[in-house]
């Protein structure tokens, strides 16, 4: 059964700070791994998708990585803002039978002005 | 491009009340799913649709919990009886087909069960 942890659990750190968030999962027969947002009563908003081919995505300011072999991704958020205050999930689907992603905890954010 | 739509936003009713949500996928997503999320927590799937078929509803509590999708398209979720523990987000998200393609979750409904 596959097991997604995020760490850390919450992150509180000024403005413009470049920011690592991690992601690791325990079975790497992966379909590919999608990293959310999600705003305080909101639903999540996809922000970047990595194929399991892949070893990276970038969208703005924002980039993730994936290393399949060690079970790890890390979301790269560069000159953090307050609008970035967020919880931020990943997601892991299994390669085989049906894409059922399984989700991380998240981490919650806090940037500050 | 429309995203997924779900109603109601809020819910709050009794333990042992019956509530029901809906939800109305990307137009043309093969794939629908509804997630339970509890406060604090990563969402937590209870039942997938690949069309109007269910693939995977092996965390639905099947005593008071439902779901359908009968034209493969629109889905509802009811829960019968309520309990407080019950209380969360219900998420719907939807996606092209069941195979490596991305999801797309909707507001979720947010109910509180007294």
């Known amino acids: 059964k596959q097991e997604v942890t995020q760490i850390p659990a919450a992150l509180s750190v000024p403005e413009g700070e470049n920011l690592v968030l991690n992601c690791s999962f325990t079975?790497?027969?992966?379909?590919?791994l999608q990293w959310f947002r999600q705003d305080p009563g909101k639903g999540l908003t996809s922000l970047l998708l990595?194929?399991?081919?892949?070893r990276e995505q970038t969208s703005g300011r924002l980039n993730a990585s994936l290393d399949k072999s060690s079970g790890r991704s890390t979301l790269y958020i560069a000159a953090s803002q307050p609008g970035d205050s967020a919880t931020y999930l990943c997601?892991?689907?299994?390669?085989?039978?049906?894409?059922?992603?399984?989700f991380g905890r998240g981490t919650s954010l806090i940037v500050h002005p | 491009e429309a995203g997924v739509a779900q109603s109601p936003r809020y819910k709050i009713i009794e333990k042992r009340q019956s509530v029901a949500f809906w939800c109305n996928p990307i137009?043309?997503?093969?794939?629908l799913y509804w997630y339970q999320q509890i406060l604090g927590q990563g969402p937590k799937l209870l039942i997938q649709?690949?069309?109007?078929?269910?693939?995977?509803d092996s965390q639905l509590p099947k005593d008071r919990f439902s779901a359908e999708r009968l034209k493969g398209v629109d889905s509802t979720l009811k829960i019968q009886p309520a309990k407080l523990e019950d209380s969360a987000v219900y998420l719907c998200?939807?996606?092209?087909?069941?195979?490596?393609?991305?999801?797309?979750f909707g507001q979720g409904t947010r109910l509180t069960v007294v």
């Open positions: 990595i194929q399991s081919s892949q």
């Open positions: 997601a892991v689907p299994p390669s085989g039978g049906s894409y059922i992603p399984t």
């Open positions: 998200a939807s996606s092209l087909t069941d195979t490596n393609t991305e999801a797309f």
């Open positions: 649709f690949q069309n109007n078929g269910v693939v995977d």
């Open positions: 079975d790497s027969a992966i379909y590919n």
């Open positions: 137009s043309g997503h093969a794939t």
